[in-house]
């Protein structure tokens, strides 16, 4: 079945349906990851995007049970040059055409991505439409124009759970699954669910953590009345700055205890602390981001997800810059210059990606130590 994907300014790419038939908007993105499609399919900070894999062969390994970060996928559409119907991977449950198919995820294949990805490079990431039953490309264009852009849009609440749950699940090893955590943990932990991965969970968890989700508007009061050690701000989906219920209580708990806040967590404590955010060209998505430690002058490989950046020296009075992305100069991370509270807007717990930054969630229990007089 033919498929149609067309951008805002006009380009138009034809290939092949695959996944769910029908039609689709969203901001055409794109992910230069080799491996965990899978992963950045059920991540929830995709949420309003079409994501393009750079990697041209996707779907070799198939879907397994276990490789999810959340309930389901959330991206709104799914770009690849070459689909493969026939994986091979013993931990493989289905292929990814019956993945998109029953979660209702439209897709197209067979276009030529290295030139997409070159267009968004240099016009910028845009809305698109992709779309197996209208195959018209004035219409689709007129379409993508009308649809409603990410600035200034509340995402989280698409993403967020509906009440509070316990975490227990940690990482997983081969041949034994994911660990359950034994006995209570040494550190209570409430975590704001911005779209949280639920990786994150399990390196807390293995962190010593006793981890309670809590939903995204959850007030301030209530998650003291908690009488946590820490508190967790989450990744999510699009624009940080319509997220202001977030920042409100974020600012009632500054000073009450430590916080440590991962990509759009680390944007919302930046707003809170009386920064501005700005939308980056194309955004940082993949596993392979060079980030400086200031400290150290180590370089550490990470893996990012996010569209928008907190802008330089917005944040100086307040707290100091931490990390800094080796390819642009943008901020990856901030420390509050005299309370317990620090942030990167890159991925440690790296699912899919590189682990050279999982130290965070050991500095996070050295903070809730300290704090504790320990």
């Not at 491996?35 to 070799?60: A, H, K």
């Not at 267009?119 to 007129?142: M, T, Y």
């Amino acid at each position: 079945m033919k498929a149609v994907l067309a951008l805002a300014d006009g380009r138009v790419f034809y290939g092949k349906a695959f996944g769910a038939c029908g039609e689709t908007t969203g901001e055409v993105v794109f992910n230069t990851s080799m491996t965990g499609y899978q992963e950045i399919l059920t991540d929830p900070s995709y949420c309003g995007e079409i994501v393009t894999m750079t990697y041209p062969q996707i779907g070799n390994y198939g879907i397994n049970r276990e490789d999810v970060e959340s309930g389901k996928p959330h991206l709104s559409g799914f770009v690849v040059k070459e689909y493969c119907d026939f994986p091979s991977n013993w931990r493989s449950d289905m292929t990814l055409n019956d993945y998109l198919v029953e979660n209702g995820v439209v897709g197209i294949q067979g276009i030529d991505t290295r030139a997409l990805v070159r267009h968004i490079r240099d016009k910028g990431a845009q809305n698109g439409i992709i779309s197996s039953v209208d195959l018209d490309p004035e219409s689709l264009i007129a379409k993508a124009r009308k649809a409603p852009s990410l600035v200034g849009q509340d995402l989280v609440q698409k993403v967020t759970c509906d009440s509070p749950y316990k975490w227990q699940e940690g990482i997983w090893t081969l041949g034994s699954g994911y660990s359950q955590a034994e006995g209570d943990g040494q550190f209570k932990v409430v975590a704001y669910d911005f779209g949280i991965k639920r990786n994150i969970l399990r390196h807390l968890t293995e962190a010593g953590c006793r981890v309670t989700v809590v939903p995204a508007d959850t007030p301030a009061q209530d998650v003291l009345a908690m009488d946590p050690d820490g508190i967790f701000l989450s990744n999510g989906p699009g624009d940080p700055e319509p997220i202001a219920y977030a920042q409100d209580n974020i600012r009632q708990l500054l000073g009450k205890k430590p916080i440590f806040g991962i990509c759009l967590g680390h944007q919302l404590l930046a707003l809170a602390l009386g920064g501005k955010t700005f939308k980056l060209k194309f955004g940082h998505r993949g596993g392979n981001q060079p980030v400086m430690r200031h400290e150290s002058g180590q370089v550490e490989i990470t893996s990012q997800n996010h569209g928008f950046a907190v802008e330089a020296g917005s944040i100086d009075d307040e707290a100091v810059q931490t990390h800094i992305n080796l390819n642009d100069n943008t901020i990856e991370g901030l420390e509050h210059k005299r309370l317990p509270a620090f942030s990167v807007q890159y991925h440690p717990e790296a699912s899919p990606g590189p682990h050279d930054a999982r130290y965070l969630f050991e500095r996070f229990t050295a903070l809730m130590a300290k704090q504790r007089g320990e």
